[in-house]
Every structure is written in C-alpha cells, then in structure tokens.
C-alpha cells in the first residue's frame, strides 16, 4: 500500500530533496502540494503533476492524504502540524520542530493523544559515516569518549524579507538552523543528553536581528565536554564541516559529514594509551578512513517513517529527540 503524501511548504527544502525522495520512494505517492506564495504552489503543481493550493485546509479536505511533510518556515510549523492533526493526519515536519520545546513538546503531546505519528527532519543521523560512529562509540572503541567538537558554517548575507533572519518567523538565526542539527547529532551518536551549556553568540558581519556565529560549550549527562562552532558569516568554500570525538582509546574524526549529502570521510583510529609516558610520544598509528556512501539521506527519512506508519507501532522517539534539542536551545537562548 502506498503511502500518500501532500506537501505544506513546497517551495524550499521540499522542491530541492524531499518531494524527490517522495517521488524515488516505491511506498510513497505524492498526491498534492500547497505553497502560501501563488505563483510558487503552481509552478510546483505542474512541475510534478499534482493539485496545488495556497490554503492547506482547503489541500487536506481535498485530497488524498496519509501524511503531511511541512517545510515551512520555522513559525508555521507547529500551527500546521495541528491543522494537518485535526484533519487526520500524519506528519513530518522540517528542523526545528518549532519555536521553543514549550510548544514543541505540546505538539508531539497532540499527536500521541491522536495516535498519530510525527517526525522531524534531521537527516544527518542517516549519514552511513554517522551511523558507523555511532556504532565505533557504543561498542567502545574510541574508549570512553571525554572531548567533542562540531563545526558547520555557510554564507548567509542580508537577503530582504528572508524568514530566517527574523526572530519571529525563524525563532533565533545560525543556532536555530544549524546549531540544531549539530546538537541533534551529536546527542543521537553519543546516546546522551547535552544538560548544560555556555555559550558566546555573535553579531559581527551581518546586520540582521538574529545571531550571525556562535560558540556553544557543552556538558553532556555522563560529562562529556565538547563545543559546537556555527556560522553564518563564513564563506561557503571555507566552510569544512568537521564532527570531531575524542576518547580514552582513540579518535572519530569526520570531515565534509555536516550536510545534505552522504559525503566525506571519516577517520577512526584506536590507539589505547598503554603504559605512562612521560615522553609523552604521538602514535604512529595510521587511521582507518572510510567514506560516505552518496546514498539520499532524504529519501532514507521518508523510507524511515513510512515504515514507522506501515508498521503501525506508536514511535516517538525522533519527535522526542527534537524536544530534547529545542531544550538545549531554549537554555543557549535564555544565557545572559
Ligand atoms: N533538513 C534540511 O536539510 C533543511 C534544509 C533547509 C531548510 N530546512 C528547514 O525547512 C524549512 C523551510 O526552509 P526552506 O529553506 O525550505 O525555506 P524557503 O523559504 O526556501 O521555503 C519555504 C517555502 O514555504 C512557503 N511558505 C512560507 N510561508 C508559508 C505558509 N504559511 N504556508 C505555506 N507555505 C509557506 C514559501 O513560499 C516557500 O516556498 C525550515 O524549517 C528549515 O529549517 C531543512
């Protein structure tokens, strides 16, 4: 049976990779889209063959629907995720899950009251060189892990009326876009909460309301030390993606990971301290790299939670997951 798709928001993110990965997906249908902006919702619906509206109520009481992706900007999510729950439906909704965790965790609340489902967009954990660190950590082969440290920047300059650089509409500016993904990643390969965190925000090249840069130091649960370094005022042929995690036995260190594609590579080394050295001597242990797939992290989310749906099971962990990350944002936010 296939799963039937309509699309909120579909001139972004939506039109680039995840109507794609809907329409590569053998278990899915696209069967409507809906965009605020006219010419956008036409242009779309004829570019994939589908009704097109600029009202979603009017989309959802129109057409055939299993479940909704929303890629709206950040304000609108919560807001229609509730207009896509009344109506029925399931939903995947884009990062962050909203404003603050305050209405984020009310809405996965709602859907579980419904016995509906809802994810939320963060695609990097997909990432086959993630999901391999993810493994190294658990199976304790970097040791314990003490030390962690993400950078991911691009070049955001001034854009007139871009919802991003608005903190009504997008919430905060390079944390609330790309610091998240971090916090979600990081987290989900650790299999810890980040609990505190001190951190330095930028204003420094762009003129827009929101914080162009910022500096995130954390503590995890089990204590864990690490920072997050995000940017906007970087330029995009200078900004190398790392994921870098440190421990009692070795290394992961990922290069070119942070992103919309299954790319980069990752070097692991295991390389247990032995005896004390007063010498202090680097290893002369080679790493083992291994590289990205060049698989479709969009279209292995859409593979994901339609088999949540076809499975019928409640799973509400990823929704869960993206509370937990608001909340660390939340507390990045209210720091004096
Ligand atoms: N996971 C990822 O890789 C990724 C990448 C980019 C953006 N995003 C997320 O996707 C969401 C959208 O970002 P984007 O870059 O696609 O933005 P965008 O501005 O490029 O596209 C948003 C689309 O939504 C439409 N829109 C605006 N308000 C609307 C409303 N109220 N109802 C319906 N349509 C409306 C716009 O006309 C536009 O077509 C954000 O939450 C963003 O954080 C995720």
Redesign the pocket.
Known sequence: MHIKWCV???????DR?TIPAILSDGGSRLTAL????PE?AERLGKKYSVSYFTD?REMLEKSECDAVYI????K??VE?AMICLEHGKHVFI???IGMNSAEGEKLVNAFKNEGKQITV???MKYHNLHVKAKKLVADGKIGTVNDVRLQFSCWYPEIAGA??QSKALGGGGAVM?LGV?CIELIEYILDEKITETKSYLSHRVFSYEVEDGGVIAFRTESGVLGHIDVNFNLPDKASVSKMELYGTEGYINCFGTLG?EEKGRMLFLHSPQGEYSAKQERTSDKPVTYYGNGGDLYLKQIKDFTKILRSGKPDYYYAERAVQVQKVVDGIYSEK
């Open positions: 909120i928001g579909a001139g972004g993110i939506a990779r809906m965009d605020r902006n956008t979603e890629g709206t900007p950040v609108c999510h229609q884009e990062k962050p967009g963060y695609m919802w991003r876009d993904h919309q």
